[in-house]
C-alpha cells in the first residue's frame, strides 16, 4: 500500500508498509458526569469525534545506505514542520496528521528495520 505524508511518498524513500489501523473509527467525544443519587451518567454529546491514532510498521531496508542521514531525513520529513499535514493512502482514506511521537526503530538484522510510526489524526471528509 502506498502512503503519502506530507506530500512525500514514503515508498520512495524504500518504507514497505507491513501493518495499519487507519480504518479503525475514532472515538466520540461527549461529557459524562456522576450525578450523586441517580443511576446513570449525565452525557452531553458535542457531535463530534476525537483525534485518532494510526500506527503504522513498515519494513526499511537500510543495507549499504546511510543509516544516520536516511533516519534524520525521515525525521525532517514526519516532524520538521509544525501543524497538521496531508495524510493518505492509496485506498482512498485521507486525514488530517501530525506525526509528534518517538519514531520507532527496531533492528531485525543488521541494517534492516521494522519502523513503528504513530500519527494523530482526523478524517478530513468528516470535518464540520
Not at 524513500?13 to 473509527?25: C, D, Q, R, S
Not at 525532517?76 to 482512498?92: A, C
Amino acid at each position: 500500500m502506498n502512503v503519502i505524508y506530507n506530500d512525500i511518498l514514503l515508498n520512495d524513500l524504500g518504507l514497505k508498509l507491513k501493518e495499519t489501523n487507519h480504518t479503525n473509527l475514532p472515538s466520540k467525544s461527549y461529557e459524562s458526569i456522576k450525578i450523586p443519587g441517580r443511576t446513570g451518567h449525565l452525557i452531553i454529546d458535542d457531535e463530534s469525534y476525537n483525534n485518532k491514532t494510526i500506527e503504522l510498521i513498515f519494513l526499511w531496508d537500510l543495507r549499504g545506505l546511510d543509516i544516520k542521514s536516511n533516519i534524520n531525513q525521515l525525521r525532517d520529513i514526519l516532524q520538521g514542520h509544525k501543524g497538521y499535514k496531508d495524510l493518505l493512502f492509496d485506498d482512498g482514506y485521507v486525514f488530517n496528521a501530525i506525526c509528534s511521537n518517538e519514531i520507532v526503530f527496531n533492528e531485525i538484522v543488521k541494517n534492516y528495520y521494522e519502523v513503528n510510526i504513530v500519527f494523530e489524526a482526523y478524517d478530513k471528509e468528516e470535518v464540520q
